[in-house]
């Protein structure tokens, strides 16, 4: 006699694997996890930046990507459209011009600071406070780009040789002795000869580009 409970258990074998078909792959960091620091820096960056700000940024989520993903833009912080920043009108802009290739004229380098000072000077002679100008690297390039301008640095092609020295040397004596020849002066004092040897210059001024 067989036992019904013994042939029940036999036939209780579940459902027969599939051979064929594509298998589902093992879920493996479905749902991630962060742990407690990474969370306590994410508020603490909303609480210095402000959620007002972080909003901002959801909605404007598209824009930020499509500008991440380009390559002239992905490190700027602020973005603006061309023609909305506050800069000089024209005429005082020319005058600015001027003034730098007078200075340049009477052999005057001029560096990218004294740009921005006479650009603040003048912001501030039309009522312009700082936060409204800052005069900054970007408005300095476009002056630069506007007007032909560039700063470039000298560089010496050559040395000069010993005889050039001695000829040079020469000549200073003589017309230190001119000099005092010329004002009757009995007592000369040797001092201090390193601003004659030596041109405490910047390295990089302003001058034209097709120069």
Known sequence: MVDVHEEAQMRRKGRPP???GKKAHVRLFKNKTFDYHHRMNAIQRVAEVGIKKVYGWIKQKDRIQEMAIETRTSRLKCARSRG?????????EEQLVRRVLSMRKDDIPVTYHMLRVMALETAIDL???????????HRVRGFK???????RAKT???????QDSTDTLADFSER????????DVDVIYNADQTAI???Y?????LNLTKD
């Open 176 to 183: 230190v002795l001119m000099c005092a020849m010329a004002n």
């Open 145 to 151: 780009r506007r007007h032909g301008l560039s700063l």
């Open 197 to 199: 040897n030596y041109e």
């Open 201 to 205: 210059l910047p390295s990089k001024n």
């Open 84 to 92: 909305t920043g506050t800069t000089l009108p024209p005429t005082e």
């Open 127 to 137: 009522g312009l406070t700082e936060d409204e100008f800052k005069a900054g690297w």
């Open 18 to 20: 599939f051979k064929y």
């Open 156 to 162: 010496r092609t050559g040395q000069d040789s010993s």
